[in-house]
């Protein structure tokens, strides 16, 4: 299923990408030794990174499998969302159903009630900054390609490519960094730690009322909720504004369809 964070936020794209060449030749050095020349052994070649199906393959059989994802139609998150640096805080739901139906409700403290949805061809958001308002144009593709519920299975036809681009640190672990382009053009950044599989985050770009935003999302610790691993807390910087999604909750295969229907104001909106 797709990610909690690209649910709630929504927001990527990596800047400088560093590719790196795997395979590279060898070298052999020739060293004088008396009373004749005598050639060293080839150095070793340079690591060759693995495929980024690869990769990915491993973070779902990590997680606990892609049988396990497939056999869930539904699901709903509750937790706590956070800005400490600006002394927000409040709960959080969030709901999602296949193919590409999503919910996202949120009360934070001193700004109010917020929602965002997508009911598989209508996308809104409210909120008290805003109002109603729909989404459209390519904020719209990007809505209807983030929704996909089986989203982090990374299905091929939805990709014009997925490559491994280098071994890296990141967010102090050592990672894979993979490249995504999609069929709409977006580019999104991942990260997989090499010791556990498991996606250690990643870096997306997305047009936004307030104009095109990047961010850098870290997954904290992984639990289990039912028989999937997921990250129980999850970070999202954006514009050196820190926000933290603390999952307390996961409930599968209960949401119940009603959930996405267009709220009144927004109905009101559309022609």
Known sequence: ?????????????????????????????????????????????????????????????AVGGRDVIL???????????????????????????????????????????????????????????????LTEGRQLEQKRFDSEFYGDLKSPELYKSITTVERTTFDGRECYKIRLVNGIGLEDIEYYDVKTGLKAGGQMSRDTPMGSITSTYTHGEYRRFGKLLHPATQKLSTMGVEQILTVESIEYDKVDPKVFELPAAIKALIK
Do not use: Y
């Not at 690209?6 to 590719?19: D, F, Q, T």
């Not at 739901?93 to 929602?115: K, S, Y």
């Open 71 to 133: 056999a869930h139609t539904s699901s709903h998150v509750r937790g706590q969302v956070s800005m400490p640096a600006n002394g927000l805080s409040g709960p959080i739901e969030i709901f999602a159903a296949r193919p590409n139906r999503t919910l996202m409700r949120m009360t934070l403290t001193g700004i109010g009630d917020m929602a965002e949805g997508f009911d598989g061809k209508i996308g809104w958001m409210i909120s008290p900054v805003t109002g109603p308002m």
């Open 1 to 61: 299923m797709k990610s909690v964070m690209r649910c709630v936020c929504g927001c990527a794209l990596s800047g400088l990408i560093l590719a790196a060449v795997p395979g590279a030749a060898r070298i052999t050095a020739q060293v004088p030794q008396p009373p004749a020349q005598t050639a060293q052994p080839p150095a070793p070649a340079a690591e060759e990174l693995p495929a980024a199906r690869k990769i990915i393959e491993r973070h779902i059989a």
